[in-house]
């Protein structure tokens, strides 16, 4: 046997070695976890960052620091990272002082979209916002809108609930409240559901279409099954995601509706779909707000990420593709009833 016979042997065999362990692995992520093994692959380098170690409680001074940084950082002008591959068109335009970007398609689009980001009310839009917000434009054929509310410490809620009520607004006498979908994540997604309770009050009609992403319902965290979840979260912890709470309410009462909208009537509402994970610390509170929607009679969904983690639908895995699908379903629905 030549040398280039043998070569050509041990190339295959490694080559089968690899896939075999490919195979294997996410067979095993399968079976045990119930998601892929990109999924699984995600969840360990979530962990693998470290932080969750920001929203622990076990080093005060870490997390003061966190919130310190993140202070410096919302008070500059933001920019989109020029590096990100968005393929939507953008424009962006500033009022009242808040700048908000607008993605498109080159077609007309007769459906809009408002996201509100997540990230404990403290911190701004990530790369996995921005690439969630454009292939959702692209999917939906809808327009965008993603506006850098001003955040916690050096702001509060109820500076944000002005400029995003006002901004709402617009987008309604624009497109029509049937038209128009509120999408929110995470503290971005409990931040959706208040404002949509407080509606009724500036006298603005309901969206055609509420999408929660694992949203931040209740900032007291007082639920007692939330412990049962934290093991296996691996991004949030309830100490943390509290005391960024308390910053953002900035002495007001956090059970107030307006900052824990799990406290609201939600019997206000329509056509409600909530994304959650089952492996993360708010899956209790959304499980909550699902059975409240359903005793209010409100048309809602509740889809589960079994085995997936916080915000799952953001995450570069094959089980969050299904679900940008299905939101971009859900926008280009409108009205249509989500049951």
């Known amino acids: 046997m030549d040398r280039s016979t043998r070569s050509l042997i041990k190339a295959a065999a490694a080559a089968v070695i690899a896939t075999g362990t490919v195979v294997g692995f996410e067979a095993l992520s ?49 920019a989109i990272p020029s590096w990100l591959p968005i393929k939507s068109l953008v424009f962006e335009e500033t009022r009242d002082g808040m700048r908000t970007y607008h993605l498109g398609t080159t077609g007309k689009n007769t459906r809009a979209v408002l996201f509100l980001h997540g990230g404990d009310y403290l911190t701004q839009m990530r790369p996995i916002d921005w690439l969630f ?42 497109y029509g409240a049937d038209d128009l979908s509120l999408v929110g994540s995470s503290s971005g997604g409990g931040l959706a559901a208040g404002i949509v309770e407080a509606l009724k009050h500036y006298q603005l009609p309901q969206p055609g279409q509420l999408v929660l992403i694992s949203p931040e319902l209740d900032l007291s965290l007082r639920n007692d099954a939330i412990s049962d979840y934290f093991d296996r979260d ?22 107030s509706p307006r900052l824990s909208p799990i406290n609201g009537d939600v019997s206000v509402l329509r056509n409600v779909t909530t994304f959650v994970g089952a492996r993360e610390i708010l899956y209790p509170d959304c499980a909550t707000w699902d059975q409240l929607l359903e005793k209010a009679g409100v048309t809602h969904r509740l889809v589960t990420g079994e085995g997936l983690s916080h915000e799952w639908p953001l995450a570069l895995i094959p089980e969050a593709r299904n679900a940008v699908r299905q939101i971009a379903s859900i926008i280009h629905a409108g009205v249509q009833e989500t049951r």
């Open 30 to 78: 399968r079976l045990r976890w119930h998601r892929t093994g990109v999924a699984s692959l995600w969840e360990v380098g979530r962990r693998a960052t470290g932080s969750r170690k920001n929203l622990l409680g076990d080093d005060l001074e870490r997390f003061e620091d966190y919130v310190a940084r993140n202070r410096v950082r919302n008070e500059q002008e933001y």
């Open 133 to 174: 917000a454009d292939r959702l434009c692209r999917l939906s054929g809808a327009e965008v809108c993603v506006p850098i509310y001003p955040l916690a410490p050096a702001h509060d809620y109820d500076e944000a609930y002005s400029l995003l009520i006002d901004l709402y607004e617009g987008m309604v006498n624009r």
């Open 234 to 255: 691996p991004s949030l912890a309830p100490w943390g995601l509290a005391q960024a709470g308390d910053l953002w309410a900035d002495g007001d009462d956090i059970s």
